[in-house]
């Protein structure tokens, strides 16, 4: 069956911030200037928001340039933050530090406490009353290139395909979108994003990507252990001085708090598992009381690109261009990345809509670019170039030197640090190490990873094709458990992998490929790179409430 087709000025992958932020601002100018501007947005969640996770305290800067008036408009940003605590974890104590103290990246005094994926919601709705047609459930599966090599567009996969890869009687060819200009915003990890890397050399300038694995809960408390605004952050134990991370947890409104636990992929023991380490950290005496009494309510994971200015692509290419964190606009210092996210947005829009009314059409936006190096992000993201850098030395010297760098001098370092190794290089023989023994669940505090997923609400059609995909199906069993000891049935926080005994005796890796909350983690985080993350059918996946 033949594909058909549909043809607009831009089309843009992905309904995040990013993403929402390009249609709106592309609407916005073209109703500025009376054109008429053909705009889709297509999102693999079943809804917009569906697949958002963030922690989320949100800088509203961004916010403000886009659409002024979004407190009139009833946003869901009202939660503002009240207090800010940084404390410091040791097995059995916590040490606060002075605000005082605190360097400005750490700061929320003017920031608000929100559900990101009901903002994207509010997003979509701003973006559909401008005349963007939104299409959710519809997963972007492959790049379409013109003549010349640029791209000119999308095509969405098929829907109906069983898991031998044969059509069955379901079966729905996928639809192409064609555009002027078409707009990646996968977010962390892009499927098609990784490819337009390769393809064009985007990354040929820059330092590898680093990345991190957040993971979330959201939580209904106490209203005794409740203050609306309250942001807490925490580094520390359960974690080795060694390897980067730490907490968040985020007083929401109506009693939710949502908490989270962030892990660096550069860690070497092959043995940490950062599903449990988040467990643990819930079970310290400085936090439990925050859940005692309380119940949970969802559960989600997803990377995050953390390498900053640094380890930002080239971001734009014949035919398109990269925002938001398909990019990594992340600042990891503030732990915050959904400003930068819109701002990516608008600032691709600009140039996308300068070029349309100039005739123009899938040529490079170099325009996006310089832009960029103009504003008031690429300032921000500069101070913050050597965060990570930092942190990677250890978290007592990293600490201090953030502390001097932040500070003393306001991120204006008189040098540069470099990042020189990806993520899954990192990882070190199992030999070296010993195994962490974590804590049974105890069912109230901390939980096992299958009743978690359930609260993720994730489902995939079953009868399609395995959207992890091995590049050799010997490596997992050759080299990932006899070298590291299986690296991925820990780092995944789904329990999608699990090495099973044959009855030979011999060892092999099983894919439950339905628990995946697509976190992009095992795409990351593989030593040998053996493992592609591609989109499964649209709508597939896990449906975040709230998060």
Same mark, same amino acid.
């Given at each position: 069956?033949?594909?058909?087709?549909?043809?607009?000025?831009?089309?843009?992958v992905?309904?995040?911030p990013?993403?929402?932020? &390009?249609?709106?601002?592309?609407?916005?100018? %073209?109703?500025?200037?009376?054109?008429?501007?053909?705009?889709?947005v297509?999102?693999?969640?079943?809804?917009i928001?569906?697949?958002?996770?963030?922690?989320?305290?949100?800088?509203?800067?961004?916010?403000d340039?886009?659409?002024?008036?979004?407190?009139?408009?009833?946003?869901?940003?009202?939660t503002?933050?009240?207090?800010?605590?940084?404390?410091?974890?040791?097995?059995?104590?916590?040490f606060?530090?002075?605000?005082?103290?605190?360097?400005?990246?750490?700061?929320n005094?003017g920031?608000?406490?929100?559900?990101?994926?009901?903002?994207c919601?509010?997003?979509?709705?701003?973006?559909e009353?401008?005349?963007?047609e939104?299409?959710?459930g519809? %997963?972007?599966?492959?790049?379409?290139?013109?003549q010349?090599?640029?791209?000119?567009?999308?095509?969405? #996969?098929?829907? #109906?395909v069983?898991r031998? #890869?044969?059509?069955?009687?379901?079966?729905?060819?996928?639809?192409?979108?064609?555009? @002027?200009?078409?707009?990646?915003?996968?977010g962390?990890?892009?499927?098609?994003?990784?490819?337009?890397l390769?393809?064009?050399?985007?990354?040929?300038n820059c330092d590898?990507?680093?990345?991190?694995?957040?993971?979330?809960?959201l939580?209904?408390?106490?209203p005794?252990?409740?203050?609306?605004?309250?942001?807490?952050?925490s580094?520390?134990?359960?974690?080795?001085?060694? &390897?980067?991370?730490?907490?968040?947890?985020?007083?929401?409104?109506?009693?939710?708090?949502?908490?989270?636990?962030?892990?660096?992929?550069?860690? %070497?023991?092959?043995?940490?598992?950062?599903?449990?380490? =988040?467990?643990?950290?819930?079970?310290h005496p400085?936090?439990?009381?925050?859940?005692?009494?309380?119940?949970?309510?969802?559960?989600?994971?997803?990377?995050?690109?953390?390498?900053?200015?640094?380890?930002?692509?080239?971001?734009?290419?014949?035919?398109?261009?990269?925002?938001?964190?398909?990019?990594? =606009?992340?600042?990891?210092?503030?732990? @915050?990345?959904?400003?930068?996210?819109?701002?990516?947005?608008?600032?691709? %829009?600009?140039?996308?809509?300068?070029?349309?009314?100039?005739?123009?059409?899938?040529?490079?936006?170099?325009?996006?670019?310089?832009?960029?190096?103009?504003s008031?992000?690429?300032?921000?993201?500069?101070?913050?170039?050597?965060?990570?850098?930092?942190?990677? @030395?250890?978290?007592?010297?990293?600490?201090?030197?953030?502390?001097i760098?932040?500070?003393?001098?306001?991120?204006?370092?008189?040098?540069?640090?470099?990042?020189r190794?990806?993520?899954?290089?990192?990882?070190?023989?199992?030999?070296? =190490?010993?195994?962490?023994?974590?804590?049974?669940?105890?069912?109230k505090?901390?939980?096992?990873?299958l009743?978690?997923?359930?609260?993720?609400?994730?489902n995939?059609?079953?009868?399609?094709?395995?959207?992890? &995909?091995?590049?050799?199906a010997?490596?997992p069993?050759?080299?990932?458990?006899a070298r590291?000891?299986?690296?991925?049935?820990?780092?995944?926080?789904?329990?999608?992998?699990?090495?099973?005994?044959?009855?030979?005796?011999?060892?092999?890796?099983?894919?439950?490929?339905?628990?995946?909350?697509h976190?992009?983690?095992?795409?990351?985080?593989d030593?040998?790179q053996?493992?592609?993350?591609?989109?499964?059918?649209?709508? #597939?996946?896990?449906?975040?409430p709230?998060?």
């Amino acid at each position: 069956m033949a594909r058909e087709s549909m043809q607009f000025d831009v089309v843009i992958v992905g309904g995040g911030p990013a993403g929402l932020a &390009t249609s709106i601002r592309l609407k916005q100018l %073209a109703a500025d200037r009376r054109a008429e501007i053909g705009v889709c947005v297509l999102e693999k969640g079943s809804e917009i928001g569906a697949h958002i996770l963030s922690g989320a305290v949100m800088d509203p800067r961004a916010l403000d340039e886009l659409i002024p008036g979004w407190k009139e408009l009833d946003a869901p940003v009202k939660t503002p933050v009240s207090e800010d605590r940084f404390v410091f974890l040791t097995e059995s104590r916590s040490f606060r530090i002075p605000n005082i103290l605190l360097p400005e990246c750490f700061r929320n005094h003017g920031n608000y406490v929100v559900s990101l994926g009901n903002v994207c919601r509010w997003l979509g709705k701003q973006a559909e009353a401008l005349g963007v047609e939104i299409y959710p459930g519809f %997963a972007a599966a492959e790049v379409l290139y013109d003549q010349k090599g640029g791209v000119r567009g999308v095509a969405t #996969g098929d829907m #109906g395909v069983g898991r031998d #890869g044969t059509p069955t009687g379901q079966f729905q060819p996928g639809i192409e979108l064609h555009g @002027k200009y078409t707009v990646f915003a996968e977010g962390c990890r892009g499927h098609l994003g990784r490819q337009l890397l390769e393809k064009f050399h985007l990354s040929e300038n820059c330092d590898p990507q680093v990345y991190g694995i957040g993971l979330k809960e959201l939580w209904e408390i106490d209203p005794a252990q409740h203050e609306p605004g309250r942001v807490v952050h925490s580094a520390g134990w359960p974690l080795d001085s060694d &390897t980067y991370g730490g907490s968040f947890l985020y007083h929401m409104e109506r009693n939710l708090v949502s908490v989270g636990f962030v892990v660096g992929l550069a860690y %070497a023991n092959p043995y940490l598992n950062p599903y449990e380490e =988040f467990q643990r950290y819930k079970t310290h005496p400085a936090i439990r009381g925050t859940f005692e009494g309380g119940k949970r309510i969802a559960y989600g994971a997803r990377a995050i690109a953390a390498g900053g200015l640094l380890s930002l692509p080239k971001l734009a290419f014949p035919g398109g261009v990269l925002v938001g964190d398909e990019a990594g =606009f992340l600042n990891a210092s503030r732990i @915050k990345g959904s400003h930068a996210a819109i701002k990516s947005g608008m600032l691709a %829009a600009e140039a996308a809509f300068t070029a349309l009314q100039a005739g123009r059409s899938a040529d490079e936006l170099d325009a996006y670019g310089k832009a960029f190096q103009d504003s008031w992000l690429f300032d921000e993201l500069y101070r913050a170039r050597n965060f990570k850098q930092w942190m990677a @030395k250890g978290l007592y010297p990293g600490t201090l030197m953030v502390g001097i760098e932040q500070y003393l001098l306001g991120g204006k370092f008189p040098w540069t640090l470099r990042h020189r190794h990806a993520d899954h290089e990192c990882l070190r023989a199992a030999a070296e =190490f010993q195994p962490i023994e974590y804590p049974k669940p105890d069912g109230k505090l901390s939980f096992d990873r299958l009743s978690s997923v359930f609260l993720s609400n994730t489902n995939h059609e079953e009868n399609q094709p395995c959207h992890l &995909t091995l590049k050799n199906a010997a490596v997992p069993v050759s080299v990932n458990l006899a070298r590291y000891a299986g690296p991925e049935q820990r780092y995944c926080p789904a329990g999608v992998y699990e090495f099973l005994r044959n009855p030979d005796g011999s060892d092999r890796l099983q894919i439950n490929a339905q628990n995946c909350v697509h976190c992009k983690t095992c795409d990351i985080k593989d030593p040998e790179q053996n493992i592609d993350w591609v989109v499964p059918e649209g709508g #597939g996946g896990p449906n975040y409430p709230n998060m």
